[in-house]
């Protein structure tokens, strides 16, 4: 769960965010949106705890009821996907998987694999990343977020760069896959029809 | 832009030309550039020369190896008349190598300022053991000696056996320079010379010495000896004798040893050694040679190199070079041909940090064969 | 106009290329036709055995200094990196610095009597220096030292510019939000991918260690013999057995540079595979910064160390142990230079402009006049890695063997192609660098508007491009400046730099003149490294 209270975001006594507060339960999708400039990818890396120069901030985040503010982003146990996400070009696609992976044990590399036919795209197992598509660099990414599994997910315009038959496939890819996750996610989308459900919008 | 281009290219005629008229007598020397004092030396000569409308250039080498290779190759290739090199500063093996291939003009001892070189001092007429047939002229000489520390050193050794004795009871103060170094090697030949009872041996050819050659042997084992009592235990050895300058003036060692009879005044008036630094030598005998000066057998100006040689000879000239505030490099002429007040300009300064003239017999240098026999064992022994 | 037009639309740099391609390939057989021809197997057989301690010392140093200079360099790059203001101009002083002075400088500090045993006796209250007792291990650990650090900063300057290229924030952040630690993005990704990048760099500084003759040469007496220097030595030698050995010299060198070669790649690739299977989760949120704080200071402190110790050398009278500062000072070692070698000076100042221009003009023109840049850039790139694999001594006694045999053309000119040739592979490298930075955008768009390629080249690349070429420049001048080889084995003497001059004097008994000498060295170099800074404040190579 992912509540956030009171949050004030300033870039250079302009206030970007006023007092927004919102709480997001486990299995529940969210879309954050807003026009482009109005800090909502500034929002997303706040929540995470990657925070920029030249911005100021305030307010509170907790995740499943605790204050997560004092600790560096790997500890939050927040995850995110970034508009230009990277795959690692040092390793292959299962080898990004599995670096992806919380702790190193033995049936690591089965668990990936499975995942990867699960989702159909175990033709990619050992593929070079600077050999893949834009729609399959996107899906891998979310694949290496489904194997972290994690309590909180922010994805960053997660369509933008993709053409629009890429596009619809890598969005009904992501939302299935998403909801099948069970955690508390916030999408980040300036584009109406990106959005996954009308009724959890939050607007900036 | 294309008169800007004109004017460079006319400058640029403009300053060949006048380049090559003005310097027509240019000689090229060739002689080792390290030294400080000798360069300016020698650009004290060129500048007197200058009166005879020669301009001597001192083309300042590291080895005059190098000047071989380039003589070599100008004979294979035919090269026999536009030489570039004029004049040379060579001994040792650079000059056999130089003889066996005939590649020097001479004989050049016909110049007028021969007159005052003895023409029967043998030690001036034999270079390395091999004669110089009037190949070379004499410039300079050398003789063997050591440069110590005399407030670290009482009495410094003047024996082989005192040599041992003072490296035994003080580790790490001695060193040599490391063979093939042309220095490195002329001290072990005058551990030879302390060795062998026969010194005639050393005269001769080095086949005339049985293998196994007993000398070379005792030398090598001497060498054991004394090596893990040398500074770095004799696992490491400094490049050339100016390497150990500094580190005598720190007293990292207090007893190095020199070619030169006045390196140790020059040094000490330079500031590069302590005031207390004194010289010594072999009771028994010091090896001595001569350094010479020679002329290309392809040089172009042959008559001109033979005025510089005859310069360089001269009384003035040799005054100043055996001048410790000069150079200090002991002269080649006999006093005894010259007149009275030829003579009082070699009686200059007395120092305390020369060796005492005449005091150590002059040996002759082994034949130049034994160098390249003590400098393989050694390298097979030691490297 | 059209003369050019019509050179693009002919073949001219793949002829040119082809020509440069062949002399630099005749140069190689040459030298391996002689070496083979000559070469006494039994003879090199006894010799090898002989040669066993030198040649694993010549190994092993080479290659620790290497890994050393490449982990103190990812340690500061990473350091640098996240430092929020920081002038890399700074850095390009460092490389301008000569490795003459550097070795002189080091021996100055470590030896017996030195610096260090001066500051120690300070306290000790010993005025005579300790029994220099050194061993192959410790003498080797300061060669070792003392090379990685030289190589450092260059590294550092390509390394910093290779962080900014592979975006190394953006990786880190992307590791973070994975749950991993700072020590796991830095070693598990950012440092696999950047030692990646370096490969080139890294040959380049491999090569350094196996073709330097300076470091071998001057820390000489205080450090083992290398192989260099027993080239160099028997290359001199009239001695024959020690003209012989030079050939078998030449193949072992040549051959154990490839061997390192072979060897650091092969570690590299294990060490990659092995850390991006690792994963540092316990070590907390450590970053190495300030690991890599020590390391940059270290570095900048030694330096100034040894311009201090050298400027005061080139001053000092009489500067004894255990006084560890002069008690009186002369201008004497200046004076002499000044008054010997100001029109040498001058001349190799000019020389080296001369020819780094040249250079400059040469690749940019071989670039722009082609139609497929690509394959240029390949064969520039072959071109440049033949210069810098064989190393540069044997290079070199190989043109001069050449010489000799063809007696072609006067020897300034063989020495003014042998300065050419070891300024092609920096500028290339550096080049292809600034082209490569330079957006494509740019170019396509003003292909758009039919402006012909002469006219971008001066109207949008120069302009742009201005203050990388300005760099380039200060770094090949400055390479071949310090260039004092060619002057010993391809001129003999006959011709040589400033730089020639100042390591014979170091064979001579005067330090202060010496050491007034490579002050004068640094200057130029140091000079035009500034001017840039000022023009340029973020200098990317």
Redesign the interface.
């Known amino acids: 769960m992912l509540e956030c209270k009171n949050l004030n975001i300033y870039k250079e006594d302009i206030i970007l965010i006023e007092n927004k507060s919102f709480i997001i339960q486990k299995s529940e999708i969210y879309t954050l949106t807003g026009m482009s400039g109005a800090g909502k990818s500034t929002l997303l890396k706040y929540i995470c705890g990657i925070e920029q120069k030249s911005f100021t901030y305030k307010g509170e985040i907790l995740i499943n009821q605790q204050s997560v503010n004092h600790l560096p982003t790997n500890q939050r146990g927040v995850r995110m996907i970034f508009q230009n996400d990277l795959l690692f070009p040092h390793m292959n696609v299962i080898e990004n998987l599995l670096f992806a992976m919380p702790l190193k044990e033995k049936n690591n590399k089965e668990e990936a694999l499975t995942l990867l036919s699960q989702l159909q795209l175990d033709h990619l197992s050992y593929k070079n990343i600077n050999t893949l598509s834009g729609g399959e660099y996107s899906r891998i990414c979310l694949v290496r977020m489904i194997i972290n599994k994690p309590n909180v997910l922010l994805v960053d315009e997660p369509f933008n760069n993709l053409d629009k038959k890429t596009k619809n496939i890598t969005k009904d890819f992501f939302y299935k896959n998403i909801s099948e996750m069970n955690c508390a996610t916030l999408i980040v989308s300036h584009n109406l029809e990106d959005i996954y459900s009308n009724d959890k919008i939050i607007k900036l | 832009m294309n008169i800007l281009i004109k004017l460079f290219i006319n400058v640029f005629f403009i300053y060949f030309i006048v380049h090559q008229n003005l310097y027509s007598k240019k000689i090229n020397f060739?002689a080792?550039?390290?030294?400080?004092v000798i360069?300016?030396f020698i650009?004290q000569a060129s500048q007197n020369l200058k009166k005879n409308n020669i301009d001597l250039h001192h083309?300042?080498?590291?080895?005059i190896?190098?000047?071989?290779?380039?003589l070599l190759?100008d004979k294979?290739?035919n090269?026999l008349k536009n030489g570039?090199i004029d004049l040379i500063w060579v001994n040792g093996?650079?000059f056999?190598?130089l003889k066996k291939n005939q590649l020097l003009f001479g004989p050049v001892d016909q110049i007028k300022n021969y007159t005052y070189i003895n023409r029967r001092d043998a030690s001036l007429h034999s270079d390395f053991g091999e004669p110089v047939e009037g190949l070379e002229v004499p410039w300079g000489r050398a003789q063997f000696v050591l440069i110590y520390d005399s407030q670290?050193i009482d009495k410094p050794p003047q024996t082989i056996s005192q040599l041992k004795h003072f490296i035994i009871n003080n580790?790490?103060?001695f060193t040599y320079p490391?063979i093939?170094n042309f220095h490195g090697t002329t001290f072990l030949k005058q551990l030879l010379y302390e060795m062998v009872e026969d010194k005639a041996i050393l005269q001769q050819h080095f086949s005339s010495c049985l293998s196994p050659c007993k000398p070379i042997a005792k030398l090598m084992l001497f060498l054991q000896e004394i090596h893990p009592f040398l500074?770095?235990?004799g696992?490491?050895?400094?490049?050339?004798i100016?390497?150990t300058?500094?580190?005598l003036?720190?007293?990292?060692i207090w007893l190095t040893i020199n070619f030169n009879p006045n390196a140790a005044a020059t040094?000490v008036k330079?500031?590069?050694l302590?005031d207390v630094t004194r010289t010594t030598s072999f009771m028994n005998g010091a090896i001595g040679n001569t350094h010479y000066l020679a002329i290309p057998f392809n040089s172009s100006k042959k008559s001109a190199s033979l005025q510089v040689i005859n310069y360089l000879i001269s009384p003035q000239s040799q005054a100043d070079k055996a001048n410790i505030e000069i150079w200090g490099d002991p002269t080649v002429l006999d006093l005894n041909k010259m007149s009275a007040e030829q003579q009082n300009m070699f009686l200059g300064k007395q120092s305390i940090h020369v060796l005492p003239s005449n005091k150590f017999p002059y040996l002759l240098e082994p034949h130049h064969s034994w160098?390249?026999a003590i400098?393989?064992e050694w390298?097979?022994t030691f490297? | 106009m059209n003369g050019l037009r019509h050179l693009i639309k002919s073949n001219f740099s793949y002829w040119i290329l082809l020509v440069l391609f062949g002399v630099i390939a005749l140069v190689i057989g040459n030298i391996c036709y002689q070496v083979i021809s000559k070469l006494d197997t039994n003879f090199f057989l006894i010799h090898f055995n002989?040669?066993l301690t030198?040649i694993s010392i010549t190994f092993f140093n080479n290659i620790i200094a290497t890994i050393l200079a490449v982990i103190i360099a990812f340690l500061i790059t990473n350091y640098l990196y996240n430092k929020k203001s920081f002038k890399s101009s700074f850095l390009i002083i460092l490389i301008s610095f000569p490795h003459i002075s550097y070795c002189i400088g080091i021996i100055y500090l470590f030896?017996?009597?030195g610096f260090f045993a001066r500051l120690f006796a300070l306290f000790y209250g010993n005025d005579?220096?300790f029994?220099?007792?050194?061993?192959?291990a410790s003498?080797s650990l300061i060669y070792i030292i003392s090379l990685a650090l030289r190589e450092v900063p260059f590294l550092v300057l390509i390394g910093l510019s290779v962080l900014k290229k592979i975006n190394a924030l953006q990786i880190q952040k992307q590791v973070l939000v994975l749950g991993h630690s700072n020590l796991s993005a830095l070693l598990c990704c950012i440092f696999p991918i950047w030692l990646k990048s370096m490969t080139l760099p890294i040959l380049i500084i491999v090569t350094f260690c196996f073709s330097n003759y300076e470091f071998s040469?001057i820390l000489?007496?205080?450090?083992?013999?290398m192989i260099n220097v027993k080239i160099i030595?028997s290359w001199?030698?009239?001695?024959?057995?020690?003209a012989r050995q030079m050939n078998s010299l030449i193949i072992i060198t040549i051959l154990s540079s490839i061997l390192a070669l072979i060897t650091l790649y092969t570690l590299m690739q294990i060490l990659i595979g092995y850390l991006k299977n690792q994963k540092f989760l316990g070590f907390g949120n450590y970053n190495l910064f300030s690991l890599g704080k020590i390391f940059y200071f270290i570095v900048i402190a030694l330096f100034m160390i040894i311009l201090f110790v050298t400027s005061l050398l080139s001053i000092s009278?009489?500067w004894?142990?255990p006084t560890i500062m002069p008690s009186s000072f002369s201008l004497r070692g200046f004076d002499?230079m000044v008054s010997?070698y100001l029109w040498l000076f001058f001349s190799s100042i000019f020389i080296s402009s001369i020819i780094s221009i040249l250079c400059l003009l040469f690749v940019v023109i071989l670039i722009e006049t082609s139609k497929d840049t690509k394959n240029i850039y390949k064969f520039l790139f072959v071109i440049s890695l033949m210069i810098l694999v064989i190393p540069q001594n044997i290079m070199l006694i190989s043109i001069a063997n050449l010489m000799?045999q063809l007696?072609l053309f006067s020897v300034s000119l063989w020495f003014y192609f042998s300065l050419f040739i070891y300024i092609v592979p920096y500028t290339y490298f550096m080049l292809k660098q600034s082209y490569d930075d330079l957006n494509p955008q740019y170019i396509h768009s003003s292909d758009i508007l039919g402006i012909t390629r002469f006219k971008s080249f001066f109207l949008i690349k120069l302009p742009m491009m201005f203050n990388d070429f300005l760099l380039i420049f200060g770094v090949s001048f400055s390479v071949c400046f310090y260039q004092f080889l060619q002057g010993?084995i391809v001129t003999?003497?006959?011709r040589g730099l400033f730089n020639n001059?100042v390591?014979?004097?170091?064979?001579?008994?005067?330090?202060?003149?010496a050491s007034a000498g490579s002050m004068m060295n640094f200057l130029p170099a140091a000079l035009i490294f500034m001017i840039i800074s000022l023009r340029y404040r973020y200098v990317r190579v």
């Open positions: 060739h080792w550039g390290g030294s400080v360069n300016n650009s083309t300042k080498i590291t080895d190896a190098e000047t071989v290779k380039i190759s294979k290739n090269n570039k093996e650079n056999q190598r670290m580790p790490g103060r490391q093939p500074w770095n235990k696992k490491r050895f400094p490049k050339s100016s390497e300058i500094p580190m003036s720190n007293r990292e040094n330079n500031g590069n302590r160098t390249e400098e393989n390298l097979k490297n | 002989d040669l030198s030896a017996t009597s005579i220096p029994i220099s007792e050194r061993g192959d003498s040469s000489g007496p205080q450090f083992p013999h030595d001199y030698s009239t001695n024959f057995n020690l009278e009489s004894f142990f002499y010997n000799e007696t010993i003999k003497g006959e001059e390591f014979i004097l170091f064979s001579g008994e005067s330090i202060q003149t």
